[in-house]
C-alpha cells in the first residue's frame, strides 16, 4: 500500500478534498443546531433512538403501512364508491396523520443526532434524506389541504407517490442498484440530448413538409382527390337507403399523429423514435396538397425521413441509451486487475463453505459407513447413470405406441422410481434430517420422488404427465458432471438473489407510476384504447396498464390520445359551475384528461422499458462475464492469471479443516489455516514443503492484526445493535455460528486478508484507497503484537533460565549422592581388609600359643568385626538418611518452581499463538529429557 503511488496520490487527493471543504464551509462537526455538543445529553439520547433496531423496525413498519395505504386510497376524497373500499376515509386520514407523524418525529431525531448542513454525515447532505423531507413536506401539505381543487391539489396529491423512494433508502442492495445508475448519468446525458436534437431537428423538418397536407374528410366516401376540404360539407348517410340508416355530417380533421405544429410534430417523431409508426407511414405515405384529399402512395418519398428517424433515433441513439445503462453493471470496461478480483470475489461466494456443524450429523456406524458411500466416486457415477438411462427411455416415447412397449416404459420407470427413493433413504441415514435439507441437490431429488410416487398413486393421464416432469427436473442434476455447463448453472442460481433487488425496484417504479397515472387518469372519459380492458381507475388496473404497455407493448400511443382530451370535448369539473343545469353532488373532478399526458407515457417507456427493463440484461451481464474466462482459464500455481475455481474451492476444503462447521476461523488457528495452504496464499510450495521465512512471518502476523481489528470492528457493531443481536440469537441464530470461537472472523473476510496481504497486485487501486483507514489500525495493532510477543519472549527466557536453575541443582544433589555412598563403601572395605591382616599376623606368630590363648584371640577378633560392621552400618544410615532429605527439600524445591514457571507461561494470551506456547513446550520436553 505504501509502495503504491496510484494509491498514494489517491489518498491524498481525497485527504485534499475533506480539508478544503471543511475549510470552506468552516463547520465544526462536534457542534450541530450552534449548541449541541457531541456529549450532549440530547443529542445522545437523539443517536440511541435512532441506531435503535427498535425505532429503524417501527419506521420500516410505518412506511409499509404508508405503501399498502396508498394503494388504497382513491383519486380524489369525494369520488363515489367510499364504501367499497376496505377502509373508509376518515379512517385513511386518521392513518395518514399518525404515519406523517411518526416520520416528522424520524425527522426531528435525526437532525438532532446529525445536524442539519453542518457535519459531513448531516441530514441533507444526503440525496436520499432530501428525498424523505420532500416526501414529508407535501405530506403535511396535503394533510392541512392547502390547495383545494386545480392542478395545485392534483400536484400535490401526485407526490403520494414518492412514497416507496422510502424502502430504497432502507434497503443496501437497492441503493447499489441505484448508485450504479446514477454513475451512468453522464454518458446517458449525453445520449439523451443527442437524441432530443435528432426529434427536434426532425419535427421541424416534418412540419415544413408536412404541414398542414395531412387534413382528411371524415367519412371519406365520394371525397376524392383532388376534391378536398371544399367539398367535405353537409352530410353523408350511412347504412341503407331503404331504411335502418342514419345520417353523420361530414368533418374536415386531422389523424391522430400529424405535423401541423411542433408540439404535435414532436409528438409524432417520439412515436416514431419507440417504433410506433405504422399508421403514421400510411398516412405520410398519402399526402398530396393543403385542403386536398389523401391519395394512395401519392407521396411515398415522405417516408424516407421516417426510415431515418427510425436508424437514427430508435435503432443507434436510443440502443446507445441502453447500452449505457448496460455498461454500468457490466465489467467489461474495468482494468485486468478489477475484472480478476471481481471474479475472485465471485468465486469465493460460490464456494462459501456452508455451516454445518458436525453435531447435526449422525456418527452411528450406520450412517458413516453410508455417508462414506454416498460421498464416493461410485455412488455419483450409478446415478448419473441411472439418470441418463432414465431420459434416454423416455425421450423413446412415442405416438401409437404398442402394449408391450408401454409395459415396458412403466416397468422402466416404476424401477428407477425405487432406485430414486433407496437413494434418498440412503441419504437421510447418511446425513439426518438436518444434513439432508441442507443441499438443495438433495431437495429436489425428493421432490422427483413424490412427485412421481403421486403420479403412480392417483393413476390418471394428468398426474402422468405431472410425474413424468417431475423425472426430467432430474436431467439438470447431469449438468454438473460438464464443467462448462456447471459454470453457467452456478452463475444462474447465483443470479438470483440479485436479481431479487432488481424485481422489487422494478416493482415500486411501476407502483409510483400506477399511483400517479391513478391521480391523472382515474376518471378520464374512455375512448379508443381506454377502457374496460386499460384503464387507471384504481390502482391494480393501473398496474396491470402499465405492465401491458412495458411488457406486452400495448398500443399506448392511442392512449396518450385517449389521455389528452380536453373540453369542449369533456367535462372540466362535475359542478354547477362548469355544467349548465347541474342539478348532482358538486364535484372537484372531471372527465377530462391533460395535454401532458404524453410526458407520461414517454416517461413510462423510458424509465420502464428502456432503464428498469435492461437491468435485468445488465445484472446478468455483470454475472456472466466471467463465464468465458472460467471455462478458457489456464489455471498456474502462482495465480497469474487469477485463481481457478478448483483452486477457490481448496482454499474453502482447508478453511473446513479449522472453522468446525460454523463458518468461521478462530483468530489462533490463522498459523496453522496459511501453513495447510498452498502458494501464493499459502507456505506451502509446489512439493509440498514449508516455506516460513522473515518475511512470511511478517505477512503472517500484518494477517492476524488485521483479523483482530475485524474482530473489533464486528464487536462494535454488535453492540450497537444489541435488540437486533439478542432477536436474532432468539429466533435465527445470528451469532449461534460464533459463539463456538470468541474471536473469529468469517471465511469471506478470512480470505480476502489473506488476498490483500499475500497477494497485493490482484487487489484493485480503489480497494485500496478504501483500506486507508483500517490499514492504519492494522498496524498500530502489530506493533502491540510485536512487543507483546517480546515481552512474552523475555519472561519465557527468564522463566527458563528459572528452571535450568532447577534442574541443574537436582542433578548435583543427585551427583554428590552417588559420590557419597561410593566414598563410604570403599571406607568399610579398607578397614575389613586391615583387621583381616592383623589377624594373620597374630596367628602366624601366636602358633605355638595354647588353644585357650588362640580362642581369646579369636573372641576379640569377632568383637573388633561386629564393631566395625555396626559402626558402618550406623554411618551409611546416617548418610543415607542425609542424603534422602537433601534430595527430597530439592525435589520439592523444584517441582514448586518448575509449576509456578509454567502456571506464569500457561496465563499468557493463547489468541497470538506465539512464544507463550513454544516455552512451554520446550520447558516440559527438557523436564521429560532430565
Not at 471543504?21 to 465544526?28: G, I
Not at 548435583?812 to 579398607?830: D, T, V, Y
Request: net charge neutral.
Amino acid at each position: 500500500l505504501v509502495r503504491d503511488d496510484t494509491v498514494k496520490k489517491l489518498v491524498e487527493s481525497v485527504q485534499l478534498q475533506k480539508t478544503k471543504q471543511k475549510a470552506t464551509l468552516n463547520l465544526d462537526s462536534d457542534r450541530i443546531l450552534f449548541c449541541l455538543y457531541r456529549e450532549h445529553p440530547i443529542r445522545r439520547a437523539a443517536t440511541y433512538c435512532v441506531q435503535s433496531a427498535t425505532f429503524q423496525a417501527l419506521i420500516m413498519a410505518s412506511i409499509l403501512t404508508s405503501c399498502v395505504l396508498l394503494a388504497l386510497t382513491p383519486a380524489h376524497r369525494d369520488l363515489p364508491g367510499d364504501g367499497e373500499s376496505v377502509i373508509t376515509l376518515e379512517q385513511q386520514r386518521w392513518i395518514d396523520l399518525a404515519l406523517t407523524i411518526a416520520f416528522t418525529v424520524e425527522f426531528l431525531l435525526a437532525v438532532l443526532s446529525t445536524g442539519l448542513l453542518g457535519p459531513r454525515d448531516a441530514y441533507f447532505r444526503s440525496l436520499w434524506n432530501v428525498v424523505d423531507f420532500v416526501v414529508l413536506v407535501f405530506a403535511w401539505v396535503d394533510e392541512f389541504t392547502l390547495f383545494e381543487g386545480g392542478s395545485l391539489a392534483k400536484m400535490a396529491r401526485m407526490f403520494r407517490a414518492l412514497r416507496p423512494l422510502r424502502l430504497m433508502k432502507r434497503n443496501v442492495g437497492m441503493r447499489i442498484i441505484i448508485d450504479a445508475l446514477i454513475d451512468t448519468l453522464p454518458p446517458v446525458l449525453y445520449v439523451t440530448v443527442c437524441a432530443a436534437v435528432n426529434v427536434f431537428a426532425s419535427a421541424v423538418i416534418g412540419v415544413a413538409v408536412l404541414g398542414g397536407r395531412m387534413h382528411r374528410c371524415s367519412p371519406s366516401e365520394g371525397i376524392e382527390y383532388p376534391q378536398g376540404k371544399v367539398e367535405c360539407a353537409g352530410a353523408q348517410v350511412k347504412g341503407g337507403l331503404g331504411g335502418g340508416g342514419f345520417l353523420l355530417p361530414r368533418s374536415w380533421h386531422n389523424p391522430d399523429a400529424h405535423f401541423d405544429s411542433l408540439e404535435a410534430a414532436l409528438g409524432s417523431m417520439i412515436r416514431v423514435m419507440f417504433l410506433k409508426y405504422s399508421v403514421l407511414l400510411e398516412d405520410v405515405m398519402d399526402v398530396t396538397e393543403v385542403d386536398k384529399s389523401p391519395r394512395k402512395d401519392a407521396s411515398s418519398w415522405v417516408a424516407g425521413l421516417l426510415i431515418l428517424n427510425v436508424v437514427v433515433s430508435s435503432l443507434l441513439v436510443l440502443n446507445i441509451f441502453v447500452g449505457f445503462i448496460v455498461d454500468g453493471f457490466n465489467v467489461s470496461a474495468k482494468s485486468e486487475v478489477s475484472i480478476l478480483y471481481a471474479r475472485f470475489i465471485r468465486q469465493l461466494k460460490a464456494h462459501r463453505p456452508p455451516k454445518t456443524l458436525p453435531k447435526h450429523l449422525p456418527q452411528n456406524g450406520v450412517s458413516v459407513s453410508a455417508r462414506r458411500f454416498a460421498e464416493g466416486r461410485a455412488f455419483e457415477v450409478w446415478s448419473g447413470l441411472c439418470v441418463t438411462a432414465n431420459v434416454i427411455i423416455m425421450m423413446t416415447g412415442h405416438r401409437s405406441a404398442s402394449d408391450s412397449f408401454q409395459e415396458f416404459i412403466y416397468w422402466q420407470n416404476l424401477a428407477f422410481l425405487i432406485e430414486l427413493v433407496a437413494e434418498c433413504l440412503l441419504l437421510a441415514v447418511a446425513y439426518g434430517p438436518r444434513g439432508f435439507f441442507r443441499d438443495g441437490w438433495r431437495v429436489l431429488d425428493l421432490m422427483v420422488a413424490f412427485g412421481t410416487s403421486l403420479g403412480y398413486i392417483l393413476q390418471n393421464n394428468t398426474a402422468s404427465q405431472f410425474a413424468k416432469g417431475f423425472r426430467l427436473l432430474r436431467v439438470v442434476r447431469l449438468l454438473r458432471i460438464f464443467p462448462p455447463v456447471r459454470i453457467i448453472l452456478e452463475t444462474l442460481l447465483a443470479s438470483i438473489p440479485q436479481l431479487g433487488n432488481v424485481v422489487l425496484l422494478l416493482v415500486l417504479v411501476y407502483t409510483i407510476f400506477a399511483v400517479v397515472a391513478t391521480q391523472l387518469f382515474a376518471v378520464t372519459m374512455y375512448g379508443q384504447r381506454l377502457g374496460p380492458t386499460a384503464s387507471f381507475d384504481s390502482f391494480g388496473s393501473s398496474m396491470l396498464t402499465i405492465l401491458m404497455i412495458v411488457q406486452a407493448g400495448d398500443e399506448w400511443q392511442v392512449m396518450w390520445n385517449d389521455c389528452s382530451v380536453e373540453p369542449p370535448y369533456c367535462t372540466a369539473q362535475f359542478s354547477s359551475a362548469h355544467v349548465y343545469g347541474w342539478t348532482g353532488p358538486e364535484y372537484e373532478f372531471g372527465d377530462c384528461g391533460t395535454r401532458w399526458a404524453g410526458l407520461f407515457f414517454v416517461l413510462v417507456n423510458v424509465v420502464c422499458a428502456c432503464v428498469m427493463l435492461n437491468l435485468y440484461i445488465g445484472m446478468i451481464l455483470n454475472n456472466f462475464a466471467f463465464i468465458t474466462d472460467d471455462v478458457a482459464h489456464i489455471p498456474d500455481a502462482q495465480w497469474s492469471t487469477g485463481p481457478s475455481g478448483d483452486q477457490v474451492a481448496e482454499v474453502s476444503q482447508k478453511f473446513r479443516l479449522f472453522d468446525a462447521g460454523t463458518g468461521r476461523l478462530p483468530v489462533v488457528a490463522v498459523r496453522a489455516f496459511l501453513q495447510s495452504l498452498p502458494q501464493p496464499l499459502g507456505f506451502l510450495d509446489e512439493k509440498g514443503n514449508m516455506v516460513y521465512g522473515k518475511i512470511e512471518r511478517a505477512l503472517e502476523k500484518l494477517i492476524r492484526s488485521e483479523l483482530y481489528v475485524l474482530v473489533k470492528e464486528e464487536r462494535e457493531r454488535i453492540g450497537k445493535g444489541r435488540f437486533r443481536s439478542r432477536w436474532r440469537s432468539k429466533f435465527g441464530g445470528g451469532l449461534a455460528s460464533s459463539a463456538r470461537f470468541w474471536n473469529s472472523v468469517p471465511y469471506d473476510q478470512v480470505v480476502l486478508t489473506c488476498l490483500f496481504w499475500r497477494m497485493p497486485q490482484m487487489v484493485p487501486v480503489l480497494v485500496k484507497a478504501g483500506r486507508h483507514e483500517r490499514i492504519q489500525d492494522v498496524v498500530l495493532t502489530m506493533h502491540a503484537l510485536t512487543l507483546k510477543e517480546f515481552l512474552l519472549k523475555r519472561v519465557g527466557r527468564r522463566k527458563r533460565q528459572q528452571l535450568q536453575g532447577v534442574l541443574d541443582e537436582k542433578r548435583r544433589l543427585k551427583e554428590g549422592k552417588a559420590e557419597g555412598e561410593g566414598a563410604f563403601s570403599k571406607e568399610s572395605k579398607e578397614d575389613e581388609a586391615a583387621t583381616g591382616e592383623e589377624a594373620q599376623q597374630h596367628e602366624e606368630g601366636a602358633g605355638a600359643v595354647s588353644k585357650d590363648a588362640e580362642a581369646d584371640a579369636g573372641e576379640e577378633v569377632q568383637q573388633y568385626e561386629g564393631g566395625a560392621d555396626a559402626v558402618s552400618k550406623d554411618a551409611e544410615a546416617d548418610a543415607g538418611a542425609d542424603a534422602e532429605q537433601h534430595e527430597e527439600g530439592a525435589r520439592a524445591q523444584g517441582l514448586q518452581r518448575e509449576t509456578e514457571a509454567i502456571e506464569v507461561v500457561t496465563e499468557q494470551d493463547e489468541v497470538l499463538g506465539g512464544p507463550g506456547g513454544e516455552v512451554e513446550e520446550k520447558g516440559k520436553e527438557e523436564s521429560a529429557r532430565e
